[in-house]
């Protein structure tokens, strides 16, 4: 059976909240790294968090797009998570205990330069899941 639709029908949150979020995210990324000495405090925190709904957005979309799909898809895009998960938790778990034996440089090593990890497990354990079950 092919699942596959047109990228114009995905759900209206996932199509317009993704591309809001990377845009928001890489320029407040790049604006507060190329503005140490600019507001401090709350304002700054403010400032970091303006992507947050749109990611919210993004998520509320791509929840509704695995609800929208069969069982199949639902079970492939399930066996990528079982496998992101537990390897995203050995990532932390290893870089917790190499901090605790050597403090790590914050400038390679912090939560903003793991997390595209976290997707690389999930696509890693995508590819696997489709290839068992021999899905497009």
Known sequence: ?????PLRSLH????WGFPLWAGTYFAVRVWLEGNPGGPEGMSRILVALLPLPFF???LFGLVTEVRRMDEMHRRIQFEALAVAFPVT???IMTLGLVEVAQPLDARNW???HIW???VLAY???L?????RYHAE
């Not at 059976?1 to 639709?5: K, L, T």
């Not at 209206?12 to 199509?15: C, D, E, I, S, V």
């Open 116 to 118: 595209p990890f976290l």
């Open 89 to 91: 938790l050995v990532l």
């Open 127 to 131: 590819a696997f899941a489709m290839r």
């Open 1 to 5: 059976m092919d699942n596959r639709r």
């Open 56 to 58: 919210l957005v993004m």
């Open 123 to 125: 696509s890693i354990g």
């Open 12 to 15: 209206p949150m996932l199509l």
């Open 110 to 112: 912090s939560f903003r």
